[in-house]
């Protein structure tokens, strides 16, 4: 079975910094993009990143970019997410999904982690 | 920039009628368009993909059509447990834009 756990949520200052990790078990994880996708409390679906099968290519949404960092170390079925200069704004559901084989559309979604950025 | 727009943003439908959610984008993408629906609470799921083909053990009431800008998720005979939020996202290319989601209830 496929399975995506997500870890690392929890509550932060602004201008703090957090990682996020994916553990992804039942596919073979260095076939596969991986993303990062967003939910703010109430609010709709926010990609965030995604990074290529072998880490070599990642691309951002503007409202993140040069904050976060997605990355994977193949070896361990990992994907990661740093996430620094937090704001408010990133207050959200962080889910981890997989990229189908040749596309960029997630056929896989963890259950996500909550990071809550507040003073 | 390449911006979703999904319409209507919420609807109302008795069981068993027809439901249709569209979803524009503000440049072409051909048919690198998906569907996600999710349910109160869950994950979302992936319904559709390539704009109309339908992943698996998705029940067959959904169907999807659409290409360039215009793109409509039709569920043929609308169930209980249907009721859910419905995203349209385009996939060409980064940034991968999700559109602002179609609450859909059970009137």
Known sequence: EVQLVESGGVVVQPGGSLRLSCAASGFTFDDYTMHWVRQAPGKGLEWVALINWDGSSTYYADSVKGRF???RVNIK??????????????????YCAKGSFAYYYMDVWGKGTTVTVSS | DIQMTQSPSSLSASVGDRVTITCRASQGISNYLAWYQQKPGKVPKLLIYTASTLQS???SRFSGSGSGTDFTLTISSLQPEDVATYYCQKYNSAPLTFGGGTKVEIK
């Open chain 1, 77 to 94: 079925n990992s994907l990661y997410l740093q996430m620094n200069s937090l704001r408010t704004e990133d207050t959200a559901f962080y």
């Open chain 1, 69 to 71: 960092t997605i990355s």
């Open chain 2, 57 to 59: 053990g998705v029940p």
